[in-house]
């Protein structure tokens, strides 16, 4: 498809569980972005990749949460020992090389709810 | 850092009118940018409008245009002529180098 591709849209997990959530961004996109979404908020930044590398992963909460992008194209949020309050919308997304001089605008995903029980 | 605030929660609209969404900003960097994201119930975040800080024009893009007043740090959303497809949660957001810091939003119902 031509948008940014996320599964799963919907997990329901028990606490303590491990998970993984998956992100397909738009081909040729080399910035990929993770944002978290509770409910009545804003997105809130978790984590960015250029490329293979973490640019930026301030916006982890703590040691259980863990990202991946081995090629530089789809990438993989990890989450160990998931508890209660893990429970958001974990939304993808991904721009162009801002080098371009494009705006820096983020094309997102429809993002994968997660329920931890 | 970045902040965005949006105060207002929700607001309600009746159909064909215009209407003014409140964004302020705080940042000490020199050069960013401003956004809006439209999220109706769906989930998906749709890009709407975007403004740069040294842009001198106020940004357009069809029905959407952007109230920028820099020395306010103010970047309010108009959306003229609302439709009832207008109904959504609005975002507004500022990126400075990559990432883009979002604020709380505003739950706009259009009233036919």
Redesign the interface.
């Known amino acids: 498809g031509a948008g940014v591709s996320q599964t799963p849209s919907n997990k329901v997990t028990e606490k303590g569980k491990y998970v993984e959530l998956r992100c397909d961004p738009i081909s040729g996109h080399t910035a990929l972005y993770w944002y978290r979404q509770s409910l009545g908020q804003g997105p809130e930044f978790l984590i960015y990749f250029q490329g293979t590398g973490a640019a930026d992963d301030s916006g982890l909460p703590n040691d259980r949460f863990f990202a991946v992008r081995p090629e530089g194209s789809v990438s993989t949020l990890k989450i160990q020992r998931t508890e209660r309050g893990d429970s958001a919308v974990y939304l993808c997304a991904s721009s162009q090389d801002r080098d371009r001089g494009n705006t820096g605008e983020l094309f997102f995903g429809e993002g994968s709810r997660l329920t931890v029980l | 850092a970045q902040k965005?605030t949006q105060t207002q929660p929700g607001m309600f609209v009746q159909e064909k009118e215009a209407v003014t969404l409140d964004c302020t900003y705080d940042t000490s960097d020199q050069s960013y940018?401003l956004?809006w994201?439209k999220q109706p119930s769906?989930?998906?975040?749709i890009?709407l409008i975007?403004q740069?800080s040294y842009d001198e024009q106020n940004a357009t893009e069809g029905r959407y245009s952007l109230n920028f007043q820099k020395a306010r740090k103010s970047a309010n959303l108009v959306i003229s002529a609302s439709q009832l497809g207008d109904s959504a949660m609005y975002?507004c957001?500022m990126?400075g180098n990559?990432?883009?810091?979002?604020?709380?939003?505003t739950r706009l119902t259009i009233i036919p």
């Open positions: 965005i940018g956004f994201y769906s989930g998906e975040m890009f975007y740069g975002f957001a990126g990559e990432k883009l810091t979002f604020g709380t939003g």
